[in-house]
């Protein structure tokens, strides 16, 4: 008897915490990560698309909830930017998406942040259907890029960091819907 009560414990708390995610377009994206040793909750989700084609959901985890670029920079502690690719995107694509998203939202920064975005550049390479990409703000290091569960590398210093986070939150995010859906309105 108590292997049956120690059994179905174990299998009531593995459901409650797969309760604990959110399921978006088919994607399962969990309601936190730890970064840091930190639990840090989901801010929210949303849908990249390019003329009619999804390509990827993106989930934004946060120490604090919130619904604006200002307050998320503002915040202290870690973050993640989570990208789960639900369509294939050559390298070429990719990079180009990422400098154009530097320049329109950081115009500003591209000078001194210029030979970091070259090197956050180079981790990757093309990206198939059910990749996910890990961008993890990690304070007082930089912003460590896992790609697969394989870390791609860091790159240091905040100012990085921000800019990366203004490709989705800024002035001119890839859509107006994934900039709303990562700022908790999905």
């Known amino acids: 008897m108590k292997k049956k009560t120690a059994f ?11 309760a ?5 377009e088919d ?3 969990p309601d936190s990560v730890v970064l840091a040793g930190q639990e840090v909750p989901l801010n929210g989700v949303g849908l990249r698309e390019v ?11 946060l120490p604090k909830k919130t619904v ?3 307050q998320a920079l ?3 502690g870690p973050r993640r930017i989570a990208l789960y690719f ?3 995107v050559d390298a070429e694509d990719v990079a180009e998406a990422w400098t154009e998203g530097f320049k329109n939202n950081n115009a500003e920064l591209t ?3 210029g030979q970091r975005m070259a090197k956050f550049n180079s981790f990757f390479g093309d990206l198939a259907e059910g990749d996910t990409v890990f961008m993890d703000y990690l304070p007082h290091r930089g912003t460590q890029v896992t790609i697969n569960n394989a870390v791609k590398g860091l790159i240091r210093g905040q100012d990085f960091s921000d800019a990366l986070l203004r490709i989705w939150l800024g002035r001119k995010p890839p859509s107006g819907n994934l900039k709303e859906g990562m700022l908790g309105d999905y």
Request: proline letters at 0%.
């Open 111 to 113: 000078q001194i942040i």
């Open 51 to 61: 003329i009619w084609v999804n390509v990827y959901v993106g989930a934004l985890y």
């Open 27 to 29: 994607v399962v994206v």
């Open 68 to 70: 604006t670029l200002e």
């Open 8 to 18: 179905a414990l174990c299998a009531g708390l593995l459901l409650a915490r797969s």
């Open 86 to 88: 639900v369509h294939d």
């Open 20 to 24: 604990l995610a959110v399921t978006y």
């Open 74 to 76: 503002a915040q202290d």
